[in-house]
């Protein structure tokens, strides 16, 4: 399979809180990129951090690329109910056009 | 701009049917791809199109047929429905593949009995 995997698959916390999920992959890519899909939902791009990048923020979102480990974290500061979602990591194949997302955190704030 | 849109939103099939999920983008771009998603596996990649009449197969494209005739149309064909096509089905585009956002319809979920 092609997936990457997400870490943890659940997670549950006060708002408040901070949550950090982390994803791991095997092959080299280009890109890795980050979406959250609400219950019931399409999904919704978060933030996109190329292989030359370590580090990327977007408002209370912190996204880490660590290339050499081949693993991702995203980091939410100051969780509120609404981050409630799943999230997805996904990549690029280095060498082609697919796309292939992880399996996916289900995160829980609750308020 | 309406994005990305899917039709049906749901769909129940039997087995053995044939039916066509519809997909439609008016942001001009090249890259188009269809998902199913599954409890548990995450969204897997069916097939693709880097551009009108280009497509290239996924992880899973056994039981499915697309085309790309035109910029804004990516059709997924269900040649003869199974029990185990059950599932969430997305349409996403973008401006390239995995090196730009992609934008996700809302989904059509088909069961098949």
């Known amino acids: 399979s092609q997936q990457g995997e997400e870490d943890p698959q659940a997670l549950s916390i006060q708002e408040g809180e901070n949550a950090t999920m982390n994803c791991s992959y095997k092959t080299s890519i280009n890109n890795l990129q980050w979406y959250r899909q609400n219950s019931g939902r399409g999904l919704v791009h978060l933030i996109l951090i190329r292989s030359n990048e370590r580090e990327k923020h977007s408002g209370r979102l912190r996204v880490t690329l660590d290339t050499s480990k081949k693993s991702s974290s995203l980091l939410i500061t100051a969780s509120r109910a609404a981050d409630t979602a799943s999230y997805f990591c996904a990549r690029d194949a280095h060498t082609g056009n697919q796309f292939y997302f992880g399996t996916g955190t289900s995160l829980t704030v609750i308020p | 701009n309406a994005g990305v849109t899917q039709t049906p939103k749901f769909q129940v099939l039997k087995t053995g049917q044939s039916m066509t999920l519809q997909c439609a983008q008016d942001?001009?771009?090249?890259?188009m791809s269809w998902y199913r998603q599954d409890p548990g596996m995450g969204l897997r990649l069916i097939h693709y199109?880097?551009?009108?009449?280009?497509?290239d197969q996924g992880e899973v494209p056994n039981g499915y047929n697309v085309s790309r005739s035109t910029t804004e149309d990516f059709p997924l064909r269900l040649l003869s429905a199974a029990p185990s096509q059950t599932s969430v089905y997305f349409c996403a585009s973008g401006l390239a593949g995995g090196q730009d956002t992609q934008y996700f319809g809302p989904g059509t979920r088909l069961t098949v009995l």
């Open positions: 199109s880097v551009g009108a009449g280009i497509t």
């Open positions: 942001m001009n771009h090249e890259y």
